[in-house]
């Protein structure tokens, strides 16, 4: 039995946009068990510059792995490799659009890296990095 190809380009890329609210926030809280009192809303939340809670890391990295699933290249695969800068919080009520550009193939080990920049409704770069996924399957 042979696995599928798929055909991917360096250049190729995708984005996926989401608007992160207090019940996302809420979820992930519950199931990281990470109740860091600045998301939520409370004073120590309050003194940042926006006056509102932020957004966990791990939320807004779900956007990006979202990418990889559903459309980039948007079929099995598996995560190698994430480096991720945060140069912004995200806080609720973001619109987060997360962006993944194909740079490198490597056709033999079927790895696929893809420069990662999310950014948020005003034009601001919120994350920038980088990821190596293993496609299951031949990339052509």
């Not at 991917?8 to 996302?24: N, P, Y």
């Not at 980039?72 to 190698?80: E, K, S, T």
């Not at 550009?101 to 999310?118: A, L, M, S, Y």
């Not at 996924?133 to 990339?139: C, P």
Request: with cysteine; aromatic share 8%.
């Amino acid at each position: 039995m042979s696995l599928p190809s798929y055909e991917l380009f360096i250049g190729q890329s995708a984005r996926l946009q989401r608007i992160f609210t207090e019940v996302d926030i809420k979820h992930c809280k519950e199931l990281t068990k990470d109740y860091n009192p600045l998301y939520q809303q409370n004073d120590i939340a309050l003194k940042n510059e926006d006056n509102r809670p932020i957004v966990p890391a791990l939320l807004v990295e779900g956007l990006v792995s979202q990418v990889i699933t559903d459309k980039l290249p948007g079929i099995a695969c598996v995560l190698l490799q994430k480096e991720l800068i945060y140069y912004h919080p995200v806080y609720i009520g973001d619109e987060i659009t997360a962006e993944l550009t194909i740079i490198d193939i490597d056709h033999d080990r079927e790895w696929v890296t893809q420069k990662v920049k999310c950014i948020n409704q005003n034009g601001t770069e919120v994350i920038k990095g980088q990821v190596v996924i293993y496609v299951t399957g031949k990339v052509i």
